[in-house]
């Protein structure tokens, strides 16, 4: 019987941990989300120099309307692109280089020039992003 309590257990503790973000991670992706906030609003529709975030996870990309974006971002967007933990990662490492991979080319357009490096920056920030989306 212990054995099985101990796998009961186990198992429990592995499904905290994998089934998503801690709200500790969370509230530090909110705090990133500051470094967001100049360009991108998450209201819906309400546009800054850079489209609305609202429900931006899970969403395709370059689809809010009546937003100008970028020639590489709408190709990425007709090849498929969907924004995931994923594709933001990488995305937000180095838009550009993201693009030129996506896309397998080296002349794209892109008009999001910042980077954030950091990956736990990046992986935060997203945290919050997914936990706004729902
Ligand atoms: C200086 C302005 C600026 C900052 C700061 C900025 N962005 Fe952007 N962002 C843009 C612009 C402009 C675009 C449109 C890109 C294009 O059309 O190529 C964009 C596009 C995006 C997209 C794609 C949206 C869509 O509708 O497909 C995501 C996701 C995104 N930004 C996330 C972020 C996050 C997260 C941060 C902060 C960590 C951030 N951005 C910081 C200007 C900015």
Redesign the pocket.
Known sequence: MKAVSTIVIAVAFASTVLSGPASADIARGEK??K??????SLTEGKK??????YR?YG??????PK????R???EA?EKG?V?NRES?MG??RH?KKF?QKYLGKKRV??????K?KKKK??RD??DY?ESVSK
């Not at 470094?35 to 991108?40: F, Q």
């Not at 937003?67 to 970028?70: G, I």
């Open positions: 990133n989300f470094r967001c906030k100049a360009c991108h800054l120099t850079g489209p609305s975030l931006v969403r395709k990309a370059a689809a809010v937003f100008r974006y970028s590489g971002l709408r967007a692109l924004w933001l995305y937000l838009p693009l357009s892109n008009k999001m020039v910042n954030f920056f990046r920030v997203i992003l």
